[in-house]
């Protein structure tokens, strides 16, 4: 199996012989989810002293002896809060493949480093790991750690051979298997892609690529201001002058130069397919 | 291209995620036996399908549309076994005890640390006390005689009991899971809990030695440090692996063998945290209790010969089965 990796994703060869995509989970995120479980840590602890201790209600020492109910309630207590703290990661990571509250909530999921779902041991070895990534303070061997490690690791997910991966919300492409922002754009235009997309570096098509395939994720609020940007660089590149057209242009020529450079005009390479009736319109071969 | 063989796709596409919908919510145990069928055959179709669309360069979310299933699905479909009691009760039957014959290396290691530290602590304490103090406080020695004096150690009530032990356990819970953890740091970590958790307990047996009362105390620490002071060890043993598997990777590369080192210390620390429970209740139950040094060092030795008989039972076995003895763990090293 090969695992292959460039910034913020990583390939997995399945058995299948398909590779599968993974965006790796971010610091941000992984704080959020962090945070959210350490919140849920945090209320199961209170409301169990707060059940215990309406349970119990009276002091453990009594002049001269320790009343021994309450003695077993707190060794209840001092038991449970230490399953709380070490057993809570654990507990739902195993049972819920490799989610935590928190994970779930910001669609984070713990994976093996072949994308494999995880068991017992990975996350046992992941969150006793922990005790070392949380140093000093809130996490700083961790988030150093991480930021250094290509695959966004800390020692716990090195230590585990885990990582942290973000679960694509899935949504159904529309009926006709059609982008729908795709519009035909003028003979002209597809000339120049096909002429200059060469002059590109391999920076800036891995940034137009890597802008497509979060576009989804961004939103247009925040998507297309940058595909607006990236046209009128690419635009510029190419010769041609930079006014802006209309947003469906401007993402399908986006589109377009991805795919001239991924497959070449006269290669025989099955690329974007016009059919006849609408040009520009892509449609399954 | 026809639409019909478009509409089975989109058809076969939805049955997909909702069977993968089916298991996030329920497991795949609540899944019918039919259904768990068609999981797996649909999840190798559509793979096909993601195979087939990343060649053919189709629709850039229709790719990332079926990516996204195929991840959800090879997650559910690939996942290790299950562990179930037989895998428990298994791992205290036989392969704890093995895990730790095949990792004698470093649990030594772990253990010639801690007990050096003991004894340059009790030394220096008996013999050298200025020196000692620069060391390790002696405060902490004087405060555990204090209370030895003053007689609040076997002063607490039974009903106390509970309360001492589940404490006692979860503290030394923490401190097997950060010599395990420290491990990470080239096991320089490690070497520090076991050294100080070493020097302590040279340095107050010293104290009680200076007072004419070292039986005193080693009957009423002994009881339950028998397998509480190996349970550290082996936790720090874990630790060491761990700094080994990354230390010296062998064949494998360096993260593969710092991952396959980490998943047989954090087995080790399972059994370990197993020991530590049952030292937390003996020292909580019985070591506080009053009973005479003499009975208490009895029950120390028998706790010192159940648990190393059982931590040697598979060699034993092996010697006995065959002539080749310990050849035949070492053969099972290999094999694995």
């Known amino acids: 199996m090969t695992v292959m990796n460039e910034d913020g994703h990583m390939e997995v060869l399945a058995p299948e012989n398909v590779s599968i995509e993974y965006d790796l989970a971010g610091l941000g995120s992984r704080f959020v989810a962090c945070f959210l479980d350490t919140l849920i840590q945090t209320a199961l602890l209170v409301s169990g002293i707060i059940v215990l201790a309406v349970a119990t209600d009276g002091p453990l020492l009594e002049p001269g002896s320790i009343n021994p109910f309450r003695s077993i309630a707190g060794a209840v207590m001092v038991l449970y809060s230490s399953v709380v703290l070490l057993g809570y990661h654990i507990f739902f990571e195993t049972l819920w493949n490799g989610q935590s509250p928190g994970k779930r909530w910001t669609k984070l999921r713990v994976r093996k480093d072949g994308g494999y779902g995880i068991g017992f041991t990975e996350s046992a070895i992941r969150n006793l790991l922990r005790l070392v990534d949380f140093l000093p303070y809130l996490y700083g061997v961790g988030a150093v750690v991480m930021l250094f490690s290509k695959r966004g690791k800390r020692l716990g997910d090195y230590a585990a051979g885990t990582v942290v991966v973000k679960e694509r919300a899935a949504r159904m492409p529309d009926d006709r298997f059609r982008s729908p922002i795709v519009e035909k754009l003028d003979d002209e235009t597809v000339r120049r892609i096909e002429a200059y997309v060469s002059r590109l570096t391999r920076q800036e098509l891995s940034t137009i690529r890597e802008f497509l395939r979060r576009r989804e994720e961004l939103g247009s609020y925040r998507a297309d201001p940058m595909a607006a940007k990236l046209y009128v660089h690419v635009a510029g590149r190419m010769g041609m002058d930079d006014s802006l057209p209309g947003r469906g242009q401007v993402y399908t020529f986006l589109y377009r130069v991805v795919d001239a450079h991924d497959h070449p005009a006269g290669t025989g390479e099955p690329g974007l397919m016009e059919n006849g009736q609408g040009r520009g319109v892509w449609t399954l071969k | 291209m026809g639409g019909c063989r478009n509409e089975s796709k989109r058809n076969r596409w939805n049955r997909f995620r909702d069977l993968l919908d089916a298991v996030q919510r329920g497991g795949l145990k609540r899944l019918k036996r039919s259904d768990l069928r068609e999981l797996s055959r649909l999840y190798r179709i559509v793979a096909s399908d993601l195979a087939r669309a990343r060649t053919q360069g189709t629709d850039p979310d229709e790719i990332e549309y079926l990516n996204g299933l195929v991840a959800r699905g090879h997650s559910i479909v690939y996942v290790p076994p299950i562990s179930g009691w037989h895998r428990i009760t298994g791992f205290f039957t036989g392969e704890f005890a093995r895990l ?172 370990v945290a197993v020991l530590l429970l ?12 009053r009973v005479a040094n003499s009975s208490r060092l009895v029950f120390s030795a028998a706790t010192g010969v159940l648990l190393y008989g059982y931590i040697l039972w598979p060699l034993l076995r092996d010697r006995m089965n065959s002539h080749s003895g310990p050849a035949a763990i070492r053969g099972r090293k290999r094999g694995q």
């Open chain 2, 278 to 289: 049952i030292a937390g209740l003996i020292e909580g139950f019985y070591s506080t209790a």
């Open chain 2, 100 to 271: 730790i014959l095949q990792n004698r290396a470093p649990l030594a290691a772990a253990a010639l640390v801690f007990l050096s530290c003991a004894a340059a602590g009790y030394l220096t304490a008996r013999y050298a006390p200025t020196m000692a103090d620069s060391i390790f406080p002696r405060v902490i020695g004087e405060q555990v005689y204090q209370r030895f004096q003053d007689n609040t150690w076997f002063n607490d009530p039974l009903s106390a009991r509970p309360l001492i032990s589940s404490a006692i356990f979860t503290n030394n819970l923490r401190v097997a899971a950060m010599a395990f953890a420290f491990g990470i740091t080239l096991g320089l970590g490690t070497i520090y809990v076991l050294a100080t958790n070493g020097l302590m307990l040279g340095s107050v047996a010293a104290h009680f030695a200076l007072r004419g009362h070292a039986l005193d105390f080693w009957a009423t620490v002994l009881p339950h440090g028998v397998i509480e002071l190996s349970a550290i060890c082996l936790a720090g043993g874990a630790g060491l692996l761990l700094a080994k598997g990354f230390l010296l990777p062998g064949d494998y590369r360096r993260l593969d063998s710092l991952a396959a080192a980490a998943r047989k210390s954090a087995r080790l620390v399972m059994g």
